[in-house]
DNA sequence: GTCTATACCCAGATAGAC
DNA sequence: GTCTATCTGGGTATAGAC
């Protein structure tokens, strides 16, 4: 997880193929845009988390912009791909009488993309960011895509498929509030994330304990 | 709503109340910040949208940080005004029997608040920086306010309270992608929008074709 | 392919006039 | 109380060496 990789596993900085330099930048990139969203993050920030230099990660992606497209797009990749396999997953629970089981596999897999660190946020950064002329358009294209799985493959009603959403925002807004730093000071939290993730609390909570 | 509002009525800039002025930047600033976010918004942008000088609006408040604590604290007293409100008005309702009419109640008025524009936004921006070490511990009391008031003065069960927030969330989120942009191109956004928002499409529909 | 050095610009904050 | 002028820092991007 942090910078080691390569097979031969050399020093940490050198020799490493370019593409994996690429997805462990992007990886970076993911978890400081998602924490401290789009305009927040610099270059700089994210060239030190991934144990590069600044302008090498302008040069790789061309600006700030670009890269920030790319982690976005990454991530709408991994969430789409997630409701795939969660679906076929489901399909047999499916098959055996349970109404909503694709509902719930589906949630259980998009809770655990929380282990993506930063994945989920960073999404959440770009939706918060649709009056942006590049950024909008792509982000908005994201939320129909999963809107259209939901109501198309999954084969939820507009109604479902909504509250469906809206609970995934929920999650995502309770992380990006770092809710779960007050898991254990707060009895309220503590009733409030339960009920947000049922099952998936340790999680959360390992992930936060995980944190810089 | 824009400019004017002094009794007296003189020209724009000029012979205005202070506090009157501290009200202006407020909400300008609620608009911007709502807009691109604390870290994408400029001090000057939120100066011209209040028709004051850049250097001014730093002087009132003291730093951007303390600008956007205020903006963060107002839209909270509105909230929670409103959800206020919301639960007296509903209180007959609830009485003639329809269960969830509380709910229903306090969800149309929140949906209202989108005419306090960039005041959901705002609050929204402000989740999702629950890293930052001085906004993350007001907007986390803040959720803990909201939910708490669902709970103990709406009567809602942690079941419902969670489910209203992620409804209320999910509103955040589309008006945060400018999803109605697309309302008419893209029927799958229409529907959902629809879905979204039962009653308030009109209004949201208003708000949008009244943007600069 | 990756770094160091640096140019350049923009934004927040300060000084001080009115 | 409000403005103009300006300092300063930090952040993106470029140039160019290795």
Redesign the pocket.
């Known amino acids: 997880m942090s910078s080691v990789s390569t097979p031969e596993s050399e020093t940490v ?1 050198t ?4 593409d ?3 997805a462990l930048v992007l990886e970076a990139a993911t978890r400081v845009f998602g924490e401290r969203g789009y ?1 927040g ?7 030190r988390a991934a ?17 920030f497209i790319a982690v976005l797009e990454r991530a709408l990749e991994r969430l789409m791909a997630t409701f795939e396999s969660a679906l076929v997953e489901s399909e047999d629970a499916a098959a055996s009488g349970d109404a909503d089981a694709v509902s719930h596999c589906i949630a259980q897999n998009y809770a655990e993309l929380l282990s993506d660190r930063g994945l989920l946020l960073s999404l959440m950064q770009a939706f918060m960011l649709g009056a942006d002329p590049v950024i909008g358009p792509v982000a908005r294209a994201g939320m129909r895509r999963a809107y259209e799985f939901l109501r198309d493959r999954a084969g939820m009603g507009p109604d479902e498929a909504h509250e469906f959403l809206a609970l995934g925002m929920m999650l995502n807004t309770l992380v990006g509030l770092r809710m779960a730093d007050d898991y254990e000071r707060e009895p309220t939290v503590r009733e409030l994330l339960d009920e947000a993730l049922p099952t998936k609390v340790p999680l959360l909570l390992s992930l936060r304990d995980a944190e810089s």
């Open positions: 900085g020799r490493m193929r370019a994996e330099r690429r305009h993050a610099t270059t700089d920030a994210v060239a144990g590069v230099s600044q302008p090498y990660v302008v040069r790789m992606f061309g600006s700030k912009e670009a890269l």
